[in-house]
């Protein structure tokens, strides 16, 4: 039996009914181990309060150490009756704590009773005959009652555990991790600017503080492998000094592997196996574009984000691009050809020519997948133009950019312009 799953925000949602009286949407999440409801919805379904544990019960999440309570669903189905608990023990948080359109949080005390299952990003399937894993490759895993855990290679040297998370929107390394092992390991380092992102970290006096990270580590390792799966390049979140962090393992493998491998899983034997089941992924060439109006028209520069391999030159910091695969660039008629450079599908090539400010040069982008490895396209692909006005709308499968040119910009060509960039199902669509 399938049931589709419903994007959000790098997630899955799935559809659940609690009780038998109204039908919730919960974050399908094998990183958290407990399942959690919102305290509207508990209301709503009717959720029995259990008396002999209504102790206090402390639960940490990113946003630090909150309060919560015990409640009893009764009755807990997935929306077509393909699997169904009883007597579910929740716990119930406040409605501060579920942003968007999800109500709960479906953990690994409800995921690791689903018998086998086959999970990508759009659909839950239950297996009721054995499958032939002969045309499944087999992950190396360690699965208990709350976590599955996977031995990710990164580099050189033993492997790393990482929880499966289908709840993080990207990939995660723990911070107990010092940089100089990371580096020994082949992976390079760069720093991503970030806006808005709110996280509690320990103090030297052991205290709390909820602080604003402006920037955040991204790492990328040559070569990753999960078991006879190459992942490579790998790139990864470092956050320092995160409160919570657990000490069981050292990383977690977040949903968007989900966007180009399918897992099966079956918990209670302990056995975890994987396949390839889509193939046309978008990608990044690993740069980040800026713009600036020049007399009646557009200069576009280009930076280098991630460190190239080997087999690229290594760019300089900032350049001036002048030609697209030998096209010039320099005026609004040109912004279609940008997206070549802003949006390529997986594994395209793409021959740029740029002036350093001494020379001018001419090389080669690769690009490399994006969705499953986790990678935000707009972390690296920021146009910026004097008080424009730059707005990302939607979730991470779906997404939309909206460029507005206010009409004060006078004499610039193409001003009161609103460029429209529409992602959907792994593609890019540009108007204006």
């Given at each position: 039996m399938t049931i589709q799953l419903r994007?959000?925000?790098?997630?899955?949602?799935?559809?659940?009914?609690?009780?038998?009286?109204?039908?919730?949407?919960?974050?399908?999440?094998?990183?958290?181990?407990?399942?959690?409801?919102?305290?509207?919805?508990?209301?709503?379904?009717?959720?029995?309060?259990l008396v002999a544990l209504a102790r206090q019960h402390l639960f940490r999440f990113g946003k630090g150490i909150i309060e919560v309570r015990p409640a009893m669903i009764d009755d807990l189905r997935l929306s077509n009756g393909a699997f169904s608990a009883r007597n579910l023990l929740a716990y119930v948080l406040p409605d501060s704590e579920f942003e968007g359109?999800?109500?709960?949080?479906?953990?690994?005390?409800?995921?690791?009773?689903?018998?086998?299952?086959?999970?990508?990003?759009?659909?839950?399937?239950f297996h009721r005959t054995p499958l032939v894993m002969r045309s499944l490759a087999r992950i190396p895993a360690t699965v208990r009652i709350s976590k599955c855990l996977f031995s990710l290679q990164l580099g050189s040297g033993q492997p790393i555990q990482f929880l499966w998370d289908t709840g993080a929107s990207t990939n995660y390394l723990s911070p107990n991790i010092p940089p100089s092992r990371l580096r020994q390991r082949g992976g390079k380092c760069t720093t991503i600017p970030v806006e808005g992102l709110r996280v509690h970290q320990v103090q030297e006096d052991g205290t709390e503080e909820e602080v604003m990270m402006r920037r955040q580590e991204l790492?990328?390792?040559?070569?990753?492998?999960?078991?006879?799966?190459?992942l490579q390049p790998l790139p990864v979140y470092r956050y320092s000094n995160i409160l919570g962090w657990p000490g069981q393992h050292y990383g977690v493998l977040g949903f968007p592997i989900l966007t180009e491998y399918e897992i099966t899983a079956d918990f209670v034997r302990g056995r975890v196996f994987t396949r390839r089941y889509r193939w046309n992924?978008?990608?990044?060439?690993?740069?980040?574009?800026?713009?600036?109006?020049?007399?009646?028209?557009?200069?576009?520069?280009?930076?280098?984000?991630?460190?190239?391999?080997?087999?690229?030159p290594e760019?300089?910091?900032?350049?001036?691009?002048?030609?697209?695969?030998?096209?010039?660039?320099?005026?609004?008629?040109?912004?279609?050809l940008i997206q070549r450079l802003m949006f390529p599908q997986a594994r395209q090539s793409c021959s740029v020519e740029c002036f350093d400010g001494r020379r001018t040069f001419t090389t080669v982008l690769r690009a490399v997948g994006v969705p499953y490895f986790g990678l935000p396209l707009f972390y690296f692909h920021g146009i910026y133009l004097p008080k424009a006005i730059f707005k990302f709308e939607g979730g991470y499968l779906q997404s939309r950019i909206f460029l507005e040119v206010p009409k004060e910009l006078k004499g610039v060509r193409g001003a009161r312009r609103r460029l429209r960039v529409d992602y959907r199902d792994y593609s890019w669509h540009f108007a204006y």
């Open positions: 994007s959000y925000r790098g997630g899955a949602l799935v559809e659940v009914l609690v009780n038998r009286k109204h039908s919730e949407w919960f974050v399908f999440d094998t990183g958290a181990e407990k399942t959690l409801i919102s305290d509207a919805a508990a209301r709503r379904c009717g959720l029995r309060p359109d999800y109500t709960g949080i479906l953990g690994m005390d409800v995921i690791s009773q689903m018998g086998v299952f086959s999970l990508n990003a759009s659909c839950l399937r790492w990328l390792f040559s070569k990753a492998q999960l078991g006879t799966i190459p992924l978008a990608g990044t060439y690993g740069v980040a574009l800026f713009a600036e109006e020049s007399r009646g028209g557009l200069r576009w520069f280009l930076g280098s984000r991630i460190p190239s391999d080997g087999s690229i760019m300089p910091r900032t350049a001036e691009l002048l030609a697209v695969d030998g096209v010039p660039v320099g005026s609004w008629e040109t912004i279609r």
